[in-house]
């Protein structure tokens, strides 16, 4: 598929508050869900609401105040994601590589490379990914830096369709891992639309190829630095993932309400006129209920651990945050996938119906919660509880 250019935004929304960040989430969030669906199933790229929402000024949300932006809480840059993906799982799952760009650069760029970065953030630029190796599990083989020159090729990099700028993640020639932030349009930069996967659709998560790309010096920010000494960058990323699963969960749980108002039929043996009064029905409604509560609890918990750690990051608050966030990930990934699951079982059979397209939120969530496997979540949780071990440092806990 060849691409439109991306040409450089014309500027943005400047959001200065977490209750303004919420406000403009929300009303974008009404638009947004109205045509999620077909977007879904017929796959259509949302290069127009991707427009919308990085204009609106949420994607700059995170630059802090000494830079001219809001510096928002955690929890209130999870809020904003969730609220964005109970309305499309993709348009809430495509800016989380942008914000962690952006904590890398608060976390180990330079004066100027954060006063540059963050103003483009700022005017509305998007910043895309480009981490994932294709097929290389040998550090030697991943993307390389040498002599400047940028050679290597990515996949699931979330959000680089649409990105201005692609930070890259590669190895240098002291086979140390830096982050290169590459301009979309340099000379050897190949972005394909070649996602394949049964959900996330509209993600952008196509595959990038570096062929001899020139990287200039100011464009290289250290990356495994900010890892072998305390930085909140990890619990950064991974709450930004877990709010996307409790987004989906609540957009699920919320149609499956309605549904099963307007459209579902109670069991012969429950002796009711109305699904709704079905009791089996109502329990199971109930512990749906419960759990994306109690994700939700958990997922603002972690918000106000990570902050802490924002402010202050030393060993303890580091390793505190990634506890706090691997517990909301672990039970944001069980009631997202709870939702959307009862979402199809107590609908019945006519919830299946392709026109209405619910399974979607079982497509959608049931992929993302793939990205970081939550059996290791409960790992690090129930290592550091019996034999008092930190959690590793590493964008994945």
């Known amino acids: 598929m060849t691409l439109p250019r991306i040409a450089p935004p014309v500027g943005a929304h400047l959001i200065r ?4 960040a919420i406000a403009v989430a929300t009303a974008l969030a009404r638009d947004f869900a109205a045509t999620a669906s077909e977007r879904d199933r017929l796959r ?14 949420l994607w700059g949300i995170t630059v802090p105040r000494d830079h001219g932006g809001a510096g928002v809480s955690a929890g209130t840059l999870a809020r904003v994601i969730a609220i964005i993906a109970a309305a499309d799982g ?6 989380q590589n942008h914000f962690y760009a952006l904590e890398i650069l608060r976390s180990g760029g330079s004066p100027e490379q954060q006063a540059h970065f963050f103003a483009l953030a700022l005017q509305g630029w998007r910043f895309g990914n480009a981490v994932a190796e294709i097929g290389a599990r040998d550090f030697k083989r991943r993307t390389r830096l040498e002599g400047g020159i940028l050679h290597g090729q990515k996949f699931y990099c979330t959000g680089a369709l649409y990105a201005h700028i692609l930070p890259t993640l590669a190895v240098d020639e002291a086979g140390r891992q830096v982050m290169v932030f590459v301009p979309r349009d340099s000379a050897g930069v190949t972005v394909a639309d070649d996602w394949d996967g049964f959900g996330q659709r509209v993600t952008g998560s196509g595959s990038i190829t570096f062929a001899g790309v020139r990287a200039a010096p100011e464009w290289i920010v250290p990356f495994q630095d900010s890892f072998e000494r305390p930085t909140p960058i990890g619990p950064h990323a991974q709450i930004m993932h877990a709010a996307i699963d409790l987004g989906i969960g609540q957009g699920a749980f919320a149609v499956m309400l309605s549904f099963v108002r307007e459209r579902a039929r109670p069991w012969l043996d429950a002796g009711v006129a109305r ?5 089996l029905t109502l329990a199971r409604v109930g512990e749906v209920a419960a759990r994306l509560r109690a994700a939700e609890a958990l997922l603002s918990r972690a918000g106000r651990v990570l902050d802490a750690a924002l402010a202050e ?14 517990a909301a990930r672990a039970a944001t990934t069980e009631a997202g996938l709870l939702a959307a699951n009862r979402l199809l079982e107590l609908g019945g059979t006519s919830a299946t119906m392709t026109t209405d397209n619910l399974d979607r939120y079982w497509r959608n969530v049931r992929t993302h919660t793939l990205h970081d496997p939550v059996r290791w979540k409960f790992h690090a949780i129930g290592n550091h509880a019996l034999n008092g071990v930190n959690p590793p440092r590493h964008g994945a806990i």
Do not use: C, M
Request: no cysteine.
């Open 275 to 279: 699904a709704q009064d079905d009791p």
């Open 90 to 95: 993709s348009l809430g799952h495509i800016p």
């Open 17 to 20: 508050s977490d209750a303004e």
């Open 44 to 57: 259509q790229l949302p290069w127009e609401e991707v427009e919308r929402f990085s204009a609106s000024g």
């Open 313 to 326: 990051a030393t060993e303890d608050t580091v390793a505190q945050a990634s506890l706090a966030v691997a």
